[in-house]
């Protein structure tokens, strides 16, 4: 995308055919993006839980008196936002020693991006008015990555795979406060859902009987349990799995003889 004076001010994302809509990434996002990536090789964002909405929104008929601050439209459950004990309807005055302005919409976006590149698991102060009182807070940013958990795609067995977190999925975590793994989704025809696996069953194991079984308790046991069974050629094509559902275990044999890929 380019202006007027035929300068680059975005990277296109989306376009509408129809009255000629577009969406575009803001160079100045992608060059940062790109210095990040030469300098660290990825790029990190802190999640804080924080929604966020100008002073004067006449989207929602909001308008509060004040030229600097940003409103606290809402605060995500079990989040960093949360446990620090801000609410919806605090106005932010500081994060850090960084003043917030956000007395119009357009102000947002870099907002969320300062949020964002907060240090993660470091503690930053935070000033804000509730009913008119001046108070501060101690909030301590995850990483967003930590926050979302990763996952993992059991292709032949037909179903994915992914990390147990507190934020997202807290009924799990109650049942595995240690963390783990639980299925995210089950494909349908497929052999994990014709053994009788469910969505939001926690892995607990895996193996060929009771005595040889391994315990999975991250991501990583997980790819590695599966990548020795499925190169495995000589096996019988069935693997045990010790699930936990609704807080009881279970056995469930998986047959994978059959490969759904190959028949799409």
Request: glycine fraction near 10%.
């Amino acid at each position: 995308m380019v202006n007027t004076e035929g300068k680059i001010v975005g990277i296109n994302t989306l376009g509408v055919m129809i009255g000629g809509l577009g969406f575009s990434i803001p160079s100045n996002v992608v060059k940062d993006i790109v210095r990040r990536l030469e300098r660290d090789g990825e790029v990190i964002r802190a999640w804080t839980g924080l929604r966020l909405q100008a002073l004067q929104d006449f989207n929602s008929n909001t308008f509060i008196e004040g030229d600097t601050g940003v409103l606290v439209a809402g605060v995500e459950d079990n989040s960093p936002a949360e446990y620090a004990g801000l609410q919806a309807g605090d106005v932010l005055l500081t994060v850090g020693d960084i003043e917030y302005v956000g007395k119009y919409v357009e102000q947002l976006p870099n907002l969320y991006w300062r949020l964002a590149d907060l240090p993660a698991d470091e503690e930053v102060t935070i000033t804000y008015q509730r009913r008119g009182e001046i108070m501060q807070t101690k909030l301590l940013p995850f990483l967003k990555e930590k926050f979302e958990g990763e996952d993992f795609d059991c292709r032949r067995w037909n179903m994915t795979v992914k990390e147990i977190s507190k934020f997202i999925n807290p009924d799990l975590h109650f049942h595995r406060p240690q963390g783990g793994l639980f299925v995210q989704a089950v494909r349908y025809p497929g052999n994990a859902a014709k053994a009788g696996i469910r969505r939001d069953d926690i892995i607990m194991g895996i193996g060929d009987s009771l005595d040889d079984m391994q315990q999975i308790d991250n991501l990583q046991a997980m790819e590695k349990a599966y990548q020795k069974i499925i190169s495995d050629e000589q096996r019988e094509k069935k693997v045990l799995i010790k699930i936990l559902r609704d807080g009881l275990e279970q056995l469930i044999v998986l047959d994978y003889r059959k490969d759904y890929d190959e028949e799409d």
